[in-house]
Structure formats: structure tokens, C-alpha cells
């Protein structure tokens, strides 16, 4: 039975690079020129809020252009004049390496002093230094801290994120049923990460009894807004009919969403819808193309059906190379492919044998996934 894998901790920030605003947090007022005058006459008179805003302008080339070092010029003085906000953004700056040289040490330093002031956003981006060890000793304690400081503020990445401290027992004692109270409270603020680790929850029975429906149900608000496992698990969910009648045409809609965003696992679950004609028309060179996304990526289910296909010449040229490559490489994870491959190597020369394993020894795999590879993902300043 598929068992989604929780998310791994640190994931909102470490790896999608997202600081959000606090709930409570207002609209940001836009400037005009005559605004922007009077903020700057206040900033250069010394008013550390001024400061930050006129930092937050350059940053966004808000009235004046964008201008990233004069942005960090004015964030320094604020924060040095002990504005939270402001530095809680200098050490987003420093963090991105925007507008000066990335410190880690120094994101953290900053977040730190902002996080003691309350500011959530700050606990939380300190939390997740703290829980991954990035430019710091990993120290789970101060991370749950920072977590759970944050989330009692209401922020929801870190109601997930202290969720699956409990869940995983990671830092603290495991607590499914916390785990649950903390995912939900994400979820219903609208987190996709949350939504997505929720429905795990119903999924697994973990924390709480098993209800595929509650599960489809979470896993679709978080499909609905682009999170690409989600996509993929409620494909499987249509695919399969668990939770929600089951429909092989939503199935491959689903599917094909996650599987556009890099996603190996719902690339290889299209590749066989299309060889089977459920849910779209029976097309074997779409299969073949789907099974090669995932296989490039490592996917071991993928590089046993795209060496079949080459095996038999189905949507692909018979390729005997191609086949026994493919075969090899499954090995690195999967079950012993020995009789698949001596079979294959009595249809070969020994030269043609030679190059196969020549470049299954030389491949390495390809990440296209953008969920897990957007470190990139602009942070949200605070005014």
C-alpha cells in the first residue's frame, strides 16, 4: 500500500525558501512620490520605521528603482536602532544574498534578535536553521522552541513544521495526536504543506483513524493549489478510488499536473495510464516519454517499464542498449534485474554489452522537480 512520506522537516523554508507574512499582517500601503518623500525626510531624521519602509521601497523599486544595497542600507539602520521588522529583513537579505554577500551567520544573528522581539516570521526562520543545522550545530530543542513560539502566534509554516516534530518524533517525544492538532491548525489557514501533511495523516491513520475521504478531501485543497505530491497522491486516489469514486480521466488530469512541476512518481503513474489507455487514449511513445522524465531522475519503478518498452520496441525503436542500460541501473535500487539482463545479453554483441554498462556507469541522475528546488522563491519583507 502507497504510504505518503511526511514532509521533510525545514522543507517550507529550506528547500521552497518561503517566508510568509503573519495572518494578522496588513495589506502593504503603496507609495506615491509625495509619500515617499515624507517617509525619507522621517527615515534620514531618524525614524526606524521610516527606515524600514523606504528599505522595503528599494526592494521592491516601489516609487525609486530597485536598488538592493541601498534596500540593506536602510534595513541596517533600522535594525541597529532595534526595529523587529527591520531585522527580521536584514536577515532575509543576508539569508538570500541580496543586495549584500550571503551570511548565513549573520540571517541567523539577525533573525535571532528580531525572534526574541516576537516577531514570528523571525522565530520561525531561526527555528528552521536551528532543526537543519544550516550555519549553526543542529539543535532540535531551540528549534521546537522557536516553532512552537511561532506557531502560538498563528503562523502556519510553523504550525507544520512543529506537527511534524511530533510526528516524527524528531526533537521530542513522537505524538501523532499533537501532530494532528498542529496540522490542522496549519490546514485550515490555507497551508498547502499543511493541507498536504494532514491528509497524510488521514491517509496513514496516523494520529487519528483512517479516513480516505478526509485525506482526498486535504489532499485536493493542496492540489488545488499547486503542490505537486498532493497532485500526485489525489491522482492516485482517483486512479484507485480511495476516498472519492474513482475516475480515471481526473486520475490523469491530476497526475499530469504533478508530473509537469518534476515530479518522478506521477510521471511514471501517467506513463502507465497512457500504456493502458485508462483515462486517455492508449499511446505508448507518451508513455515511453513519461517513463524517460521519471527514469532520468532516478525513479527505479520507471527505468524497469521504459527498459521494457525498449525491450520490445513499443513506442520506442527496439533498442537492446537502451534496455539492458536501463535494467542496470533499476539495480542500484530495486531487486536483482540478473535473468532480465542475461537475456538481453544473449541478443547482444559483446561490444554492444561493453557500452551498455560503460554508460550505465557513468550516469547520474537529473533533478526537474521545482517543488523541492525553488531555494530561489522571493521572501516576503515585513512592514
Known sequence: MYRPWLHMMGLVFVLAGVLTLRADEKPNTRLDARSFAELLRKAQSGDHRAQNRIGLAFSRGEVVGLN??????????????????????????????TGVDRNLAEALMWFEKAATKGVPEAQFNAGCFYESGMGVPQNLGRALDLFHDAASQGLAAAQNNLGKMYATGK????????????????????????????????WNGAGVSEDRSKAAYWFEQAAQQGHASAQLMLGLAYRDGLGIPQDYQAA???????????????????GALYLQGLGVPVDAAQAADWFSK???????????????????????????????????????????????????????????????????????????????????AGADLLE
Open 68 to 97: 538592493m544595497s541601498e534596500a540593506v542600507h536602510w534595513f541596517l539602520k533600522a535594525a541597529t536602532a532595534g526595529d523587529p521588522h527591520a531585522q527580521h529583513n536584514l536577515g532575509v537579505m543576508f539569508y538570500r544574498g
Open 252 to 270: 490523469a488530469r491530476w497526475l499530469l499536473k504533478s508530473a509537469e512541476q518534476g515530479d518522478s512518481d506521477a510521471q511514471n503513474k501517467l
Open 171 to 202: 526533537g521530542v517525544a513522537r505524538d501523532p495526536v499533537t501532530a494532528m492538532q498542529w496540522f490542522t491548525k496549519s490546514a485550515k489557514q490555507g497551508n498547502p504543506v499543511g493541507e498536504f501533511d494532514l491528509a497524510a495523516m488521514f
Open 294 to 376: 521519471a527514469a532520468k531522475q532516478g525513479n527505479v519503478h520507471a527505468q524497469v517499464n521504459l527498459a521494457k518498452l525498449y525491450k520490445a520496441g513499443l513506442g520506442v525503436p527496439l533498442d537492446f542498449i537502451e534496455a539492458y542500460q536501463w535494467y542496470r541501473l533499476s539495480e542500484r535500487s530495486s531487486a536483482d534485474q540478473s535473468a532480465q539482463l542475461r537475456e538481453l545479453a544473449d541478443k547482444m554483441s559483446s561490444d554492444q554489452v561493453d557500452d551498455a554498462e560503460r554508460i550505465a556507469a557513468q550516469w547520474h541522475p537529473e533533478h526537474e522537480s521545482s517543488e523541492v528546488q525553488s531555494m530561489g
